[in-house]
């Protein structure tokens, strides 16, 4: 049974960080693209960073020098780190894992609320 299970979200003030995680299981890890996606109240569900099984990195232009995606292979474990939070990044974060283009092969965590207060 596949699992991907979130932490790390909170309340924060404006210009804070946090460190959400993604602990994977049920999958190999290392050969799954990762990425972090984001859905605030009444808005589309967005990609925010991704990185690729071999490390490569991309980041939605709004939190670009501002969050961080790394992931720890041997611990089954993605991560974002945030930086310089603002009220417009409060939404719920998901952790994603996709191999290829097969729905069979893509799963999503259950979510960690990120709330950001000016």
């Known amino acids: 049974q596949v699992q991907l299970v979130e932490s790390g979200g909170g309340l924060v003030q404006a210009g804070g960080s946090l460190r959400l995680s993604c602990v994977a299981s049920g999958i190999f890890f290392r050969i799954f693209d990762m990425g972090w996606y984001r859905q605030a109240p009444g808005k589309q569900r967005d990609l925010v960073a991704r990185?690729?099984?071999?490390?490569?990195?991309n980041y939605l232009e709004s939190v670009k020098g501002r969050f961080t995606i790394s992931r720890d292979n041997a611990e089954k474990t993605l991560y974002l780190q945030m930086n310089s939070l603002q009220p417009e990044d409060t939404a719920v974060y998901f952790c994603r894992a996709q191999r290829g283009f097969s729905t069979s092969n893509d799963f999503w965590g259950q979510g960690t609320q990120v709330t950001v207060s000016s």
């Open positions: 990185i690729t099984s071999d490390g490569s990195t």
